[in-house]
């Protein structure tokens, strides 16, 4: 397969996996990118179309690192308000432990 083909498969399943928001996808794919493209750059120096499918791949790469910076910070505020909140949650489940079985509001 020509090394644009392949560069571009890379980009378009990074691509894929970041717009599905598949952290896991996108960590297997970013854990395999340097190994993958350090075997392309073992055949020899890169042509124009590769130098600008490896360009395409770096915006892919970068968008998808900025949704997983993204969807750390909305985790990280969740968690924040989460343990903000854990006596409040806490004293929520005591109380449900506490009322008959069948009983609403």
């Known amino acids: 397969m020509p090394r644009s083909a392949k560069i571009g498969q890379l980009a378009a399943a990074l691509a894929q996996a970041g717009a599905a928001r598949d952290w896991e996808r996108l960590g297997v794919l ?3 990118l340097a190994p993958q493209l350090a075997a392309l750059k073992m055949r ?6 590769e130098l600008a499918a490896l360009a395409q791949l770096r915006a892919h790469h970068d968008n998808a690192a900025a949704a997983c910076a993204e969807a750390l910070g909305t985790l990280s505020g969740r968690l924040a308000d989460l ?4 006596d409040g949650w806490i004293a929520y489940a005591l109380a449900s432990d506490t009322e008959p079985a069948g009983h609403q509001e």
Request: proline share 8%; aromatic share 8%; net charge positive.
């Open 30 to 32: 970013a854990h395999n």
């Open 44 to 49: 020899g120096p890169w042509s124009r179309a």
């Open 83 to 86: 343990r903000n909140n854990k």
